[in-house]
């Protein structure tokens, strides 16, 4: 086991009904930003529910509205703007993935002297953060718990992740019953950015890390068995909940700390994202398959075989048997249980013109992943996947 | 899932030489109290090096020795005393479990208007406590990152445990090597320990708390699996490492939060150590097969159906059939892989005549636990354990 740092300081209220915490925000200061997407909660009521809770507890509150589902540097500047003029003292996300993420380099660029572009492209200038809280609105991201943060420049077609642990919320309200309206179609890609995040931490070269695999193998057979409940009964709130249990500990470091590995299957998907905006977790959905047969060799056959025993049940003895028959599982799950598109045609990606260019901008990230991959490997992938 | 609030704000510093870390403490204030037990740590040399990093960091000590193994409410009263009379501003352990434990109650009742005795009685009279760090020297109790204290006033056969929010460490080593020279007995007992918080939180009446009991079972296969190797093996650093880290988790919350329930074997083990003054872990390992086989009935037999099916591979169809076989397995693996006592005879316990006594303490904390337990329930599995 490699040597590490764990420390998750998020308080999570978990159930239906914890937004009734939320009060506590006023422990951080009076003023607060409230950052969300395209207006879905103010549909639901959720808004109303937050604000007046806000309100209750005397804070001030200023908004940044219609983050977008990959989140624009733009916004960022724009919540910064707001954050420094009003004097806010927290940021509070009421959403998905892609508005925590917005709220959490808001955060840093308030107390950042400079532009916030330069806290996506370098972690290690964000030193302080203000205080970030987050209502869950989807399972997927995980960023109600981690570290991390993904904002794009699409006129430059740069989408990148940052991190720094002052980004990591000080508060997240987590009701799985606020998932039940999330679309089958997000449910699905949701689902599959869980999965990625736990495949990227599982498959380590540090072969020690035991209770870290065998967390991750549990936290798969969680998704495995509720990620199809969810999308054929919405309002399973045990399917929810366990799904979104599982999504935050899939990145918050318990699974990571230790087995430390760079991310790879990310990066790759980040290129489809950043030059085709399609959906994240259908971008991971095809690759995923695709980059496990591609590094599926005498050395990784083991890894893959003690995934399709541990969690599939599978029980080829040969190693390289168990570790096709464990992929061919994984594929089968994305494609035919939970429906997920098999290849970049089915997102709309008609072409290969860019493939070279996104070959080379990942293979930045991918030189010291699981498997090391160069331009031309991605470069392959992207081929297979197309 | 139930609903529930997840929070462990300890900082943990995990691997070998992460005790560098450990003049962090001087952010909590300048005058730390030392706790550790019966002087191993000064004829290894982890006084030496624990007190070098904090006097370079400008640290003043004042000490608190001879912990014991069951800690006293004497010597936390001890405790309190100088902490009150210097001024402490963080208590810091050395040690095992019941160093931590004792430091803990030291941190509460410095800063509690009365007798520390009642922080032991009544945990929701803790509302706040000193900061607590701790270096750890043995893998068992999982006291470096939990919010639980076990205290005993021998004097009256009293050993209860407390609990609080406050009692959770701010920060904590843990480094595997360090429990290289931990004895194979202590190795033992501590492996017993682990399991026995795994199974208090692993059986629950909470069908759908997937995720927590996925953990569980991903961390006991890494008990069964490294358990044996420590006790052959004492510096295997992989061993150590990943039962420590399994130590630490089996009790933090993660595995309970949303699981929740009330603890039982524990309990009546108390009672054992209370009267008996045996070592903790053995009692463990003597009660929970006769405690499991106890409890087997119609409605228990799925849960350690799916236990011996998930956690040991078992393969019989009938949920009966598999659960005698796991817990076959839990009694082999306790008394010949671990080789720990049988029965309270082999601990030097040679006569029934307090069973009552300690069944009726005992009783106080079983009315709801997975399946509740009446004082005769509890006076049968001591006998039976006998």
Redesign the interface.
């Known amino acids: 086991?490699?040597?590490?740092?764990?420390?998750?300081?998020?308080?999570?209220?978990?159930?239906?009904?914890?937004i009734s915490h939320l009060g506590e925000l006023s422990e951080y200061g009076k003023k607060v930003l409230l950052v969300y997407g395209g207006g879905s909660i103010k549909r639901n009521g959720l808004y109303d529910t937050a604000v007046g809770i806000l309100h209750d507890a005397g804070m001030e509150i200023f908004e940044l509205a219609g983050v977008e589902p990959n989140p624009k540097i733009e916004t960022v500047r724009k919540g910064v703007e707001i954050c420094r003029e009003q004097g806010a003292d927290v940021v509070l996300a009421i959403g998905g993935g892609s508005t925590i993420d917005c709220a959490k380099i808001v955060a840093a660029g308030t107390l950042y002297d400079g532009d916030a572009w330069d806290l996506v492209l370098d972690g290690s200038k964000m030193e302080r953060a203000l205080p970030i809280a987050s209502v869950l609105t989807i399972s997927a991201t995980g960023s109600e718990m981690d570290r991390y943060a993904v904002i794009s420049d699409l006129g430059k077609n740069e989408k990148w992740s940052t991190d720094a642990r002052c980004l990591i919320p000080s508060l997240s309200i987590l009701d799985?019953s606020y998932t039940f309206s999330v679309s089958k179609r997000q449910t699905a890609a949701g689902t599959a950015d869980i999965m990625s995040h736990i495949f990227e931490s599982y498959f380590t070269t540090e072969p020690?890390a035991?209770?870290q695999r065998?967390?991750?193998?549990?936290?798969l057979?969680?998704v495995f068995?509720?990620g199809p409940v969810a999308l054929n009964e919405p309002d399973n709130y045990?399917a929810r909940?366990?799904l979104m249990?599982?999504a935050s500990?899939a990145i918050n470091g318990?699974i990571a700390?230790?087995a430390e590995q760079h991310w790879c299957v990310h990066p790759i998907e980040h290129e489809l994202s950043a030059f085709y905006d399609i959906t994240h977790g259908e971008g991971l959905a095809i690759l995923t398959p695709v980059w496990m047969e591609y590094i599926l060799n005498d050395n990784t056959k083991g890894y893959f075989a003690d995934y399709g025993r541990n969690v599939w049940s599978i029980s080829e003895e040969d190693d390289l048997d168990a570790s096709k028959a464990a992929i061919e599982k994984t594929r089968s799950f994305l494609q035919d249980s939970m429906g997920l598109p098999s290849n970049l045609r089915a997102v709309g990606i008609m072409d290969d013109r860019y493939f070279d260019q996104m070959a080379e901008k990942a293979a930045r990230s991918t030189a010291a992943t699981f498997v090391p991959l160069t331009k031309e490997d991605i470069k392959e992938i992207y081929r297979r996947a197309f």
Chains 1, 2 share one sequence.
Not at 2 to 14: M, S
Not at 214 to 219: K, N, P, V
């Open positions: 086991m490699y040597n590490f740092l764990f420390h998750i300081p998020t308080k999570v209220y978990f159930g239906r009904g914890q799985p020690a035991d209770v065998r967390i991750a193998e549990g936290l057979k969680v068995k509720y045990d909940a366990n249990w599982a500990h318990l700390d230790g």
